[in-house]
């Protein structure tokens, strides 16, 4: 009996770390994704898209084997100027007819510290697929709200160099530099439903 009873215990503290994963879903009414860029070279004018998608699968225990995945409805941009917004979902921007989403895929995820991620992907705009890190805050606490549902929250912060997507449209101005700027600073606030 003895024996037996060593040799389960050897097996079980030899066996594996098994990582419970939870799968989450973006929560559409309580998320958006923003983005601002220089306008003039003076100020910086900001926008957002209203129609966003996305699926998470978390691992608490080894981050490494978490993943993100979203999808952003180009046509859903907003920068409070309809004109602008036109122009924006035309051929010389995002040219939405054509490439109607922007969509993000994780290929790694790197725990930095206390509720702080870095997570590296492939982000596709305009029919261009690029390499780009963005940088992920909170995520580690777990609220349910009236209803039942089990929730996490998260920002995520990055910046891309617009041309890296084939989109060049610019113009000059008189008195020097360009009428918009080539960063595009990006910051999303998520709210995602345990599924």
């Not at 215990?9 to 879903?25: C, E, I, K, R």
């Not at 991620?117 to 909170?138: C, F, M, R």
């Not at 998260?154 to 449209?169: E, H, K, L, V, Y």
Request: aromatic content about 8%; charged content about 20%; cysteine-free.
């Amino acid at each position: 009996m003895r024996v037996y009873f060593s040799l389960f215990l050897l097996l079980t503290l030899a066996a594996p770390a098994w990582s419970a994963t939870a799968n989450f879903v973006l929560d559409q009414a309580h998320s958006s994704a923003n983005f601002s860029v220089r306008h003039l070279m003076i100020t910086n004018v900001k926008g957002t898209f209203s129609e966003l998608q996305g699926q998470v699968v978390l691992d608490d225990k080894n981050p490494a084997n978490s993943t993100f995945s979203a999808s952003i409805g180009v046509a859903s941009i907003d920068t409070g100027i309809a004109d602008r917004d036109d122009h924006l979902r035309s051929p010389d921007f995002f040219n939405v007819q054509k490439f109607p989403t922007i969509d993000f895929k994780s290929t790694s995820v790197k725990k930095l510290g206390p509720a702080l991620y870095q997570v590296a992907g492939n982000l596709t705009i305009h029919g261009t697929t690029k390499p780009v890190q963005l940088q992920v805050e909170g995520l580690d606490q777990e609220v349910k709200d009236p209803w039942g549902n089990i929730k996490r929250g998260a920002r995520i912060t990055g910046a891309i160099d617009r041309r890296d997507f084939g989109m060049t449209w610019n113009k000059a101005v008189e008195t020097g530099g360009v009428v918009v700027g080539n960063e595009v600073r990006l910051e999303v606030e998520l709210q995602l439903v345990k599924k």
